[in-house]
Nanobody
């Protein structure tokens, strides 16, 4: 199983970006999916998450600006980021709780490789 993240880049403050993360491999089921970020010199923090039934969570600092959604048919999670600020600059990682098709089925967290978002002020 692999997670492939994309969509990062350089954007001016107030601009928008959409991140994508596609899961591939021997996947039986994907439960929670999430985006984390790690700013330079800091730890990795949860930004937003979405359950298999579509319930979402956002950290306070991104509420009203970011939207997480998923396409279950494509095993893909997205993060639409609007009104970006300099403090959103970070390496963004996707995370997914995945059950593999192999018997016995096992469930664990998988991580994408990270995609850099840089917001210039």
């Amino acid at each position: 199983v692999q997670l492939q993240a994309s969509g990062g880049g350089l954007v001016q403050a107030g601009g928008s970006l959409r991140l994508s993360c596609a899961a591939s491999g021997s996947i039986f089921n994907i439960n929670n999916m999430a985006w984390y970020r790690q700013a330079p010199g800091k730890g990795r923090d949860l930004v937003a998450s979405i359950t298999g039934s579509g319930s979402t969570y956002y950290v306070d600092s991104v509420k009203g600006r970011f939207t997480i959604f998923r396409d279950s048919a494509k095993n893909t999670v997205y993060l639409q980021m609007n009104s970006l600020r300099a403090e959103d600059t970070a390496l963004y990682y996707c995370n997914a709780e995945i059950t593999r098709t192999l018997i016995p089925r096992t469930t664990r967290d998988y991580w994408g490789q990270g995609t850099m978002v840089t917001v210039s002020s």
